[in-house]
């Protein structure tokens, strides 16, 4: 496997990956996949990363958290690995290059939204040095059911 920067080719592959993952109901609130240019808008240009073996297996990017100056520095982490992947490493790997691809970007805190159901995430960022802040009950809809998301975050101990 191979972790390097995610380029717009790599696009119809990474969508695939969202697609799975909007379709397990625990990755997202959304429930349809955007097209590149809209997905594009809302990701940071670096880092994008992509775990490769013959195809895409895995991605992992960051978005702001706000457009205010003072929050230049906080961004929220995306991880997701095709099901073929799953449970051999790549989001882990993934997490770790993104961690420090973050912090090389001048960015001093990553935060995490995760569905409590998804245990294995919550899991991959716990022991990636995330804690968990708290919990955000009945935070939004999804697909009509009230749903919670536990909040987690990562200070640089660079910054």
């Known amino acids: 496997m191979i972790i390097d920067a995610m380029l717009?080719?790599?696009?119809?592959s990474v969508?695939?990956?969202y697609e799975?993952?909007?379709a397990t109901n625990q990755a997202t609130f959304e429930t349809k996949s955007p097209d590149w240019p809209e997905w594009d808008a809302k990701h940071l240009p670096v880092p994008r990363l992509v775990a490769r073996d013959s195809d895409v297996?895995?991605?992992a990017t960051l978005s702001r958290v706000s457009a205010r100056e003072v929050y230049?520095?906080?961004?929220?982490?995306s991880v997701y690995v095709a099901t073929a992947g799953r449970g051999k490493g790549v989001g882990g790997a993934l997490l770790d290059m993104l961690i420090v691809e973050s912090e090389a970007a001048g960015i001093w805190t990553l935060q995490a939204s995760i569905f409590p159901e998804n245990e294995a995430s919550v899991?991959?960022?716990v022991n990636r040095g995330f804690r968990i802040v708290?919990?955000?009950e009945k935070i939004a809809k999804h697909h009509g059911v009230?749903?919670?998301t536990v909040l987690l975050e990562r200070r640089s101990p660079l910054f």
Do not use: K, N, S, T
């Open 8 to 12: 717009p080719h790599d696009w119809p």
């Open 15 to 17: 969508r695939a990956i």
């Open 20 to 22: 799975e993952g909007i």
């Open 57 to 59: 297996i895995g991605f």
């Open 72 to 77: 230049r520095g906080v961004c929220e982490v």
């Open 123 to 125: 899991a991959l960022h």
């Open 134 to 136: 708290g919990r955000r």
């Open 146 to 148: 009230w749903r919670d």
